[in-house]
């Protein structure tokens, strides 16, 4: 990486500190473990005389069962249950509007302690009893790419690692994903998907963390295979995230020239499709097993010719990679239209005939304002009427 480069990834990381998520420490002094790292958690124990292996027990209890209550951490003795209850909280994210698409999907709105909100999106496979949560990394987005409802959204803030992860843990809290007593462990919740609410590069530390915490192989021990982030392309910051947790990657490309890919998604004019192409060639874990996927919002008449198809087989020939073709889902105040079904199937045909998967991914929760780049959060809608 050139002394540019690593410029650039520090005035990043700088710039998410102004939108830094709160530290949660509660009224009465209590402080939430939920998003501490295991080395934070057992530095809390030592701070109340215990020993490392206590962090241990805690973090099975809350990671692998999904303890919310001390007083059922059947390992702990009583005295150090009330002693842990005084001094520390298991939160999770308040439900405050729980929403069924008629194709299953499922939308919740989220609400933290300083009264911010995200929506995040568990999406069932029909095929398999099993499916994806879309979980937010921001309170709103940056980056205002034009065919997003998230975009109209004003960014708050970041969320912190206990806010990603623990929209993790409340769907799983909905669906009763926890472990029984038995030992058996439903499968529904099999995958996340970093695609919801805001860039998650523009907010690395706190995704980062929270990945980590999923992965962990004594908690919630989802493989790195099952997690995908999905980016604009904030291209200082792909190689890290490729070196420290080598997770499936997304890349929101929406167009095949700078002049156009400038308009839909303004991020391109800091790091154009070029240099993108270049980091996503770079990406360590990038193979035929793990391919790249690059997703491309179907637009009518703007970005769905035949043209412009084979244009994108030359960009990412040689690459590892598959083409999720996403018909536009439309949203209140949005000027475009979705792809007609003849352009898509063209479209598609010819990134097939060139070795590219392109399947054309069937809209989902679209009667909730839950599909693709229709998140925002309801509470802010409320607040704009």
């Given amino acids: 990486m050139s002394d540019l480069t690593e410029a650039e990834r520090e005035r990043i990381l700088a710039k998410a500190a102004l939108f830094s998520p709160p530290v949660y420490v509660l009224p009465d002094g209590r402080r939430d473990l939920v998003g501490l790292s295991k080395e934070e958690l057992a530095a809390e124990m030592a701070l109340i005389g215990e020993k490392p292996f206590r962090a241990k027990q805690l ?3 809350i990671y692998h069962q999904g303890a919310r209550d ?18 520390f909280v298991i939160g999770r994210p308040e439900v405050v509007t729980d929403q069924l698409s008629t194709d299953e999907t499922r939308k919740f709105l989220f609400k933290f302690r300083d009264e911010q909100a995200v929506e995040t999106v568990y999406i069932p496979d029909r095929q398999e009893d099993r499916g994806a949560v879309c979980l937010s990394s921001q309170v709103g987005c940056t980056l205002s790419c034009r065919f997003c409802h998230t975009g109209t959204q004003r960014l708050s803030r970041n969320l912190g690692a206990a806010e990603i992860v623990g929209q993790f843990m409340a769907a799983r809290d909905a669906y009763g994903e926890w472990p029984s007593p038995k030992g058996e462990t439903p499968r529904l919740l099999s995958t996340i998907v970093l695609m919801g609410m805001g860039e998650p590069l523009y ?36 190689d890290r995230a490729g070196a420290e947790l080598g997770v499936n ?91 007609t079904p003849e352009a898509l199937k063209k479209f598609a045909a010819i990134v097939m005939q060139a070795g590219y998967a392109s399947p054309i991914r069937t809209p989902r929760g679209r009667d909730i304002l839950a599909a693709c780049g229709q998140l925002k959060s309801a509470m802010e809608k409320g607040a704009a009427a």
């Avoid at 001390?70 to 001094?87: D, H, N, T, V, Y």
């Avoid at 874990?285 to 008449?301: H, K, P």
Wanted: hydrophobic content about 40%.
């Fill in 59 to 61: 973090w099975h209890w």
């Fill in 70 to 87: 001390f007083g059922l951490m059947s390992s702990i003795a009583k005295p150090l249950q009330e002693k842990l209850a005084e001094r």
């Fill in 203 to 238: 907010n690395y530390e706190n995704v980062a963390k929270a990945m980590k915490i999923v992965m962990d192989g004594e908690g919630i021990a989802l493989s790195r295979r099952r997690i995908t982030l999905s980016t604009s392309g904030v291209v200082p910051m792909m």
């Fill in 249 to 339: 990657l997304a890349i929101s490309l929406h167009a095949v020239t700078d002049e156009l890919r400038d308009e839909l998604v303004p991020l391109n004019r800091k790091y154009p499709i070029r240099e993108l192409i270049e980091a996503c060639r770079r990406y360590p874990s990038a193979s035929n097993a793990r391919r790249i996927t690059f997703e491309y919002i179907m637009l009518r008449g703007i970005n769905d010719s035949e043209a412009e198809a084979r244009e994108l087989v030359r960009l990412i020939a040689g690459l590892p990679a598959k083409v999720n073709l996403i018909p536009f889902n439309p949203w209140p105040g949005s000027s475009y239209q979705p792809s």
